[in-house]
């Protein structure tokens, strides 16, 4: 141990220090949103029916129902709502609600893999590219969640989500996004041996030209598993002296370094990874309610609860609080819903 300490310098001891415990911290992960117990998918599905028939729309009874209940049971809702009543949920929904809450409580009603499959494609559409979206989604799916959304993508858009990301990136960028679209990640636990040789094999390549360096940390941070890569990132301070995400930050750049970082993000600690894009969705003048909506909806039934709780310890105010001031009238009511609870 004592040579450790000599070649170590102190920084990189606590970094060092830092993956070890993210590597053994067990988190619960607890969503928000938890199935309803007396759920009657008839009785939902005549409510909602009522709140949207006439003249004017009961926005209440909307939401009291669709945040409430989760996303398998409103998927009996949507199948209930057509097979009694004869028509289409969806379209109901869209030609009665507008703007925001629209596309929040339509986020609601889609499937998972729908809806991070409509997330992609609107990330993709227009001018512009909202590369933020489209790496966090991808970096941060199970691979059974990217296989589904490849089969959502091409299903909704006659288009396979490969072909889209290609015609709409380039460069070392696009080929990150197209390795991590694959859903093929490797599932093992951490291998100590192969650890050493992946983290050597990167501090190795930080030696070298640029171009190769991003093809070796892609070959890397794109394929191995989560609980390999915190041994590796472990392993890379020990034969770099450097953490890995100062590497990145300093050596990469653009949607590269954004692509890596989120990675690298997510493996340490992923609802604090969320909890981090959530404030910059609400920080400053405006709000992106993109963001803001797909993370609320796609993290709702998974780790919600503990990204309220990274939110609160590193912005000392609560998730709760920052909606509060951000958003206003039923679109504010139902993400706060959502949300579950002030800190």
């Known amino acids: 141990m004592m040579i450790l300490q000599e070649f170590f310098p102190e920084a990189a001891q606590i970094a060092y220090k830092m993956w070890e415990i ?6 619960q992960l607890r969503g928000t949103v938890r199935p309803y117990q007396n759920f009657d998918p008839a009785s939902d599905a005549q409510a909602l029916r009522k709140a949207m028939k006439g003249f004017g729309t009961d926005e209440d009874t909307i939401i009291d129902i669709v945040a409430q209940r989760s996303n398998a049971q409103r998927q009996e809702i949507r199948q209930t709502f057509k097979s009694l009543l004869g028509r289409d949920l969806m379209a109901d929904l869209k030609s009665e609600l507008s703007k925001n809450l ?20 609107k990330a993709m559409e227009g001018a512009g590219t909202d590369e933020h979206a489209l790496i966090e989604i991808l970096a941060t799916r199970s691979n059974q969640e990217i296989q589904d959304l490849c089969s959502a993508y091409q299903n909704g858009y006659k288009k396979s989500l490969e072909d889209a990301i290609a015609s709409d990136t380039s460069g070392h960028f696009k080929r990150i996004l197209i390795s991590l679209a694959q859903g093929a990640r490797e599932e093992d636990p951490a291998d100590m041996a192969r650890a050493l ?14 171009g190769d360096m991003e093809d070796k940390f892609m070959s890397i941070l794109c394929t191995r598993s989560f609980p390999h890569l915190r041994r590796v990132f472990q392993e890379f301070v020990r034969c770099s002296n450097r953490d890995i995400e100062q590497i990145i930050k300093k050596e990469m750049s653009g ?5 890596m970082f989120a990675i690298v993000r997510s493996v340490k600690n992923q609802p604090s990874y969320f909890a981090d894009r959530l404030y910059k ?8 309610d993109r963001a803001l909506i797909r993370i609320m909806v796609s993290r709702s ?21 920052f909606i509060q001031g951000d958003t206003s009238g039923d679109y504010r009511k139902t993400l706060l819903i959502l949300c579950g ?3």
């Open 22 to 27: 993210s590597a053994m911290t067990r988190v």
């Open 102 to 121: 629209q596309r929040l409580i339509l986020g609601l009603m889609m499937t998972p893999a729908e809806f991070d499959a409509k997330m992609m494609k």
């Open 197 to 210: 040789e992946d983290a050597q094999e990167l501090a190795d390549a930080c030696n070298a030209d640029s």
């Open 255 to 259: 949607d590269v370094k954004n692509a």
């Open 281 to 288: 969705a609400m920080k400053g003048l405006g709000t992106d």
């Open 301 to 321: 039934e998974i780790d919600l609860f503990n990204i309220r709780k990274e939110f609160k310890e590193t912005h000392d105010a609560s998730l709760h609080e």
């Open 341 to 343: 609870g002030e800190d």
